[in-house]
């Protein structure tokens, strides 16, 4: 079952074409990504998908009904985590999820129930009466996602719920995000880190300029593209005939030499690193570390789009 | 009602600021009550002496019974002629009033003639006009007797003029001014309230909306299936019950305060006055929410607005002592008026249409400063919502 699609989103800020045409669908128990760089539309998307902001062409259908400003049935099924941490500094760990939760569900005893299941869930137990001020960024991140997903929603909406997060409190979200799935929600997640979306997303969405430039599984996303095996050599010299050798190699599509470090793209299904080490040592030429790696969502992106994903 | 009651909560979470203004605004109440019931009761109603050097150039009967009048109100300062001399004590303010008779004066008023008595004065000093009084009082009965009775001599004159000023000196106080005796505290109590009021209710209620208003927070409530017309009823029922609390704090105060002076003021129109006052009040705040999201530049506001519409529109000090212009300045805010109304109250006598009329008239102003400042809050908020 289709749970969020749009029709051709076009938003427009004076002459900046922020969405254009853009047609997502997601159904039913994915874990969708939104995978962009900067700039790149996904709040906007959102923020179109939700009502929050008016657009200029297109439609947006959730659980199968048009989304509309006064459309509160649906609204209902939807918990959303926002970009900025939106919480009360007014108001304490517990009672900020508490108020949230109690935007969805009026009633006190069960609200008690959910409340303490969601602190449990972004393990905040003993920071229960604590204010937001006295609490740190991953923590507050936690504190953030809580208040959204309090009330069990069928559709969770994350945007970059992992901007500016230590690697630990990063692990325990994408962790949590993994269980709120296992526990039958559907999610939206964007992000401009590839590694968070390869880690846990069903199905990834790749947009740039307000525009879905690939889409599909992450294994489909990657055999989309022709390099195979990335190979990379720490070396302090090796020169421009070396170079031209190198490059061919059989299945070789580039090789390229900068910053001391010697990238070898090839195609799929060629096994290049033998062949590489190989021809170091014949001709004498000193390195470092030498590894190979598979293809990923970044150099997907990059042979899209000519340009890195994170600059 | 999730948003009713958060709303109260960030009330209550505010009472420290609100409260420093609270703890001033009582302190000068005292303060001011004390010194009004200490100035009521030792003062009354005195004639202020003035210094005055009164130089004669003649000496005839009537001069001297005008220097015996004057004495009653005048200490005397004796000058040489000299016109320097004169400037200098003016200058110094040795003497107010000073007063040259010239030679032949007395025969020529006495005759309805034109010469004229020299007059110089420290401008813009008060006890110069009970002088001012007695010298034309004077020497117009001094005529009067003398074109009425032609065959008195000026000894005779003198005595009876004499006679008449002395029977003629009790004050009669207009009526207004003698109730005004009580709804002075009262009113004085209410002009300064606007001052108080102000500030409370512009830190309290923008205090919810800057809250409010942040964007992302902004973005959950919208997302929630909470109806944005019950989200609207819940804020607006939030502030009633806030600026009522604050309304009935204030006059609570100030009917207390005034318990000790005999009630007779038109109690019930303060307090009318000063609710509509407060209606404007928060729908001004609702605005300043929706423009200000600091909560340091809110209180520095606040003070400025409170303090300066206040201080303009005559709320410290009586409008009738104030510049014009800057009354007609302050007649660009509502605190104008709502001080206007709360004097004009305080000169009400019974079944004064008329006045009465101008009293509603200047609360239908405030009201719709009141109406005024709400869709420009709401022009704005929803334009806020548009781009969020
Ligand atoms: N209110 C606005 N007015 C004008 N332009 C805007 C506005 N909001 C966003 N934009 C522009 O629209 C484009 C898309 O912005 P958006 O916030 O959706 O990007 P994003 O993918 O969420 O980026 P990020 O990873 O930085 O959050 C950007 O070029 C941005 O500058
Ligand atoms: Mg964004």
Known sequence: MTIVETQNLVKRYGDLVALDHLSLEVKEGEIFGLLGPNGSGKSTSLNCILSLLSFDKGEVKIFGKTMKPDAYSIKRNIGIV?????????????????????????????????????????????????????????????????????????????????????????????????????????????????????????????????????????????????????????????????MTALRRLPGVITAEYADERLVIKSEKETNNLAAVLDFFKNESITFGRIYSELPTLNDVFLEITGKQLRD | MPIFKLCLKIFRKNWSSIGVFLVIFVSLSCIFAFSYSQSSLSKGFTQERAKVALISKEKTPLTEGFRMALAKNADFVTLPDQTEKMQDALFFRKVTYILVIPKGFTKDALNDGTMKMEKRVVPGSAENAYIDSIVRQYWHLATVYAAHEP??????????????????????????????????????????????????????????????????????????????????????????????????????????????????????????????????????????????????????????????????????????????????????????????????????????????????????????????????????????????
């Not at chain 1, 009633?107 to 393990?123: G, N, P, S, T």
């Not at chain 2, 004085?188 to 809250?211: H, Q």
């Not at chain 2, 929410?289 to 303009?312: D, E, K, M, P, T």
């Open chain 2, 151 to 388: 065959n008195l001599s000026e000894t005779q004159i003198a005595d009876h003029v004499k006679r008449d000023l002395s029977t003629s000196t009790p004050v009669v106080m207009h009526d207004q001014h003698a109730a005004s005796a009580d709804s002075n505290f009262i009113t004085g109590y209410f002009n300064f309230v606007a001052y108080g009021l102000t500030i409370v209710m512009i830190v309290g209620i923008a205090a919810v909306f800057i809250v409010l208003n942040r964007q992302d927070i902004n973005r959950r409530i919208i997302c929630s299936p909470i109806h944005s017309i019950s989200v609207n009823l819940q804020i607006f029922l939030a502030i009633i019950i806030f600026a009522l609390f604050c309304w009935t704090g204030f006059s609570g105060l100030g009917i207390f305060l005034n318990l000790k002076n005999q009630i007779t003021a038109p109690i019930g129109y303060y307090l009318l006055n000063s609710v509509v006052f407060t209606l404007c009040l928060s729908s001004i705040s609702y605005l300043i929410g929706n423009l200000v999201s600091n909560r340091q530049a809110l209180s520095a506001i606040a003070n400025v607005i409170g303090l300066g519409s206040a201080f303009l529109s005559g709320a410290f000090v009586p409008q009738e002592l104030m510049n014009q212009t800057v009354l007609k300045i302050a007649s660009f805010t509502p605190t104008y008026w709502y001080v206007t109304a709360n004097n004009r109250i305080a000169g009400l006598g019974a079944g004064n249409w008329a006045e009465t009329k101008s009293i509603l008239n200047d609360m239908a102003i405030v009201l719709a400063f009141a109406v005024a400042f709400l869709i420009l809050s709401l022009v704005i908020g929803k334009r806020r919502r548009m781009y969020a």
């Open chain 1, 82 to 242: 926002m970009q900025n941490v939106a919480v009360f500094d007014e108001l304490t760990v517990y009672e900020n999820i508490d108020y949230f939760c109690s935007l969805y569900v009026p009633d006190k005893k069960q609200r008690k129930q959910l409340v303490d299941e969601a602190i449990d869930f972004v393990e905040l137990g003993e920071f229960r009466k604590f204010y937001p001020k006295k609490l740190s960024g991953g923590l507050l991140r936690r504190l953030n996602i809580a208040c959204g997903i309090a009330h069990q929603p069928k559709l969770i909406i994350l945007d970059e719920p992992t901007v500016a997060v230590d690697p630990q409190s990063r692990n325990k979200i994408l962790e949590g995000i993994k269980q709120l799935h296992k526990q039958g929600a559907t999610i939206i997640y964007t992000s401009h880190y590839m590694e968070e979306v390869e880690q846990i997303c069903t199905q990834i969405v790749i947009i740039d300029k307000g525009r879905v430039i690939a889409s599909g599984t992450k294994e489909e996303l990657k055999a989309m593209i022709s390099m195979g095996e990335k190979i990379t050599v720490e070396t302090f010299s090796i020169s421009s005939d070396q």
